[in-house]
């Protein structure tokens, strides 16, 4: 065994990516083995610091609105290109708001909208957006708004998209692929998860549909049902609809920045993982993207999570080794604490994979 690659997207609440792939190579640093870390994010929870650290950038902070219209600060990123690397999750994320706040009725994405003012008034023109971890399903309208409340009040959003920002290109980072609206969409499918009832569930996708309506109407097409377009509470619809923006999947675009199929070559082992894997680690996440592409060139995979489901199914479709770090009498509570996350990642790596380099 001479080279091993980490790449594991954050433990969510627990965990960055970067700090998980760290407690693994802090064990192995004493052998000679040659092991690259690359921070992980398939565009939610830890996106600015992994596209950031792979594009070499810079943080940047200013003030926004979150998405109860609280003064906060944020960041986002600026590449040497001058390229605005966006977490939207900044200005409008769920773990902006308390368990009692959380309203998506009134969360507002508005926040999303200055922050991007700010990088275009920095002289950036080309964005990469994260979309995940919102606790907003406004759309995308709240984000319009803070970008036309920039510009002098007779210019329509209209022609600021067609004049103002007709040279800004948007490419959006997520593995969220639902429409807008409807039994699949963005109220439908996420609301409830930021605090909606049943009855804000339908008034959120009655209130969808007219938007959607509205906008076809202004802007001559209709993006509502597009891969993605309800991604972040439809925040990826108002991009697809108003700014044209490119939808990728956000684990293939960072792999493709990182370099990581070349980065395989010669490599002996990938270790890839995320906070809870099950089946649906294999609809399109991180670590399935990951998978694919290690597949290509013979090179097994290892898939380390803090809980895993559906064991069987994970190895069916390719990993060679599935694993659970944490001990499973040991709660769920006590396992997302940082330090005891630690622990358990450093007894995982002495007892499995220091055996196969010594």
């Known amino acids: 065994m001479n080279k091993i690659i980490l790449a594991i997207d954050s433990f969510k609440g627990c965990m960055t990516s970067e700090e998980v792939e760290n407690a693994i190579s802090s064990s192995l640093n004493s052998k000679e083995i040659e092991i690259h870390n690359i921070p992980m994010s398939d565009g939610g929870e830890g996106m600015l610091e992994a596209f950031i650290t792979v594009m070499n950038g810079m943080i940047v902070e200013t003030k926004v609105h979150d998405p109860l219209m609280r003064p906060i600060k944020a960041q986002y990123g600026i590449t040497p290109d001058g390229t605005a690397i966006i977490e ?15 309203n998506p009725l009134i969360a ?17 023109r080309n964005f990469i957006i ?34 103002e920002m ?3 290109r948007f490419t959006l980072a997520s593995d969220v692929r639902n429409p807008l609206y409807g039994p699949e969409g963005a109220a439908q499918i ?8 049943e009855y804000m569930v339908v008034e959120l996708d009655k209130r969808a549909i007219e938007f959607a309506n509205k906008s076809a109407i202004l802007i001559g097409k209709d993006s509502s049902l597009e891969p993605g377009a309800g991604a972040a509470g439809g925040l990826g619809y108002a991009f697809l609809q108003y700014f044209n923006a490119t939808f990728r999947s956000g684990a293939d675009l960072l792999l493709d920045l990182s370099g990581f199929d070349s980065l395989l070559n010669g490599t002996d082992l990938v270790i890839t ?11 399109g996440k991180l670590p399935e993207r990951i998978l694919r592409r290690s597949q290509l060139q013979n090179i097994p995979v290892w898939l380390i999570a803090g809980r895993v489901s559906q064991s069987n199914k994970l190895l069916s ?4 080794r599935v694993y659970s770090i944490t001990p499973e009498c040991m709660p769920t509570e006590k396992a997302v604490i940082p330090d005891i996350a630690r622990e358990n990642i450093k007894r995982w790596t002495d007892a499995h994979l220091l055996s196969i380099i010594r």
């Open 190 to 197: 996420f609301a409830p998860q930021k605090g909606a009832t």
């Open 108 to 124: 507002t994405t508005y926040g999303v909208g200055e922050l991007i003012i700010h990088a275009l008034q920095g002289g950036c």
């Open 130 to 163: 994260g979309l995940g971890g919102s606790g907003t399903s406004d759309c995308g309208i709240g984000m319009l708004k803070a970008i036309s409340d920039s510009f002098p009040t007779e210019k329509t959003i209209k022609d600021i998209i067609y004049d």
């Open 88 to 102: 939207t999750a900044k200005a409008c994320g769920l773990t902006l708001m308390t368990a009692e706040e959380r």
């Open 166 to 168: 007709r040279d800004c």
């Open 317 to 320: 479709e390719g990993f060679q």
């Open 273 to 283: 993982g995320e906070g809870h894997a099950d089946a649906q680690t294999l609809m």
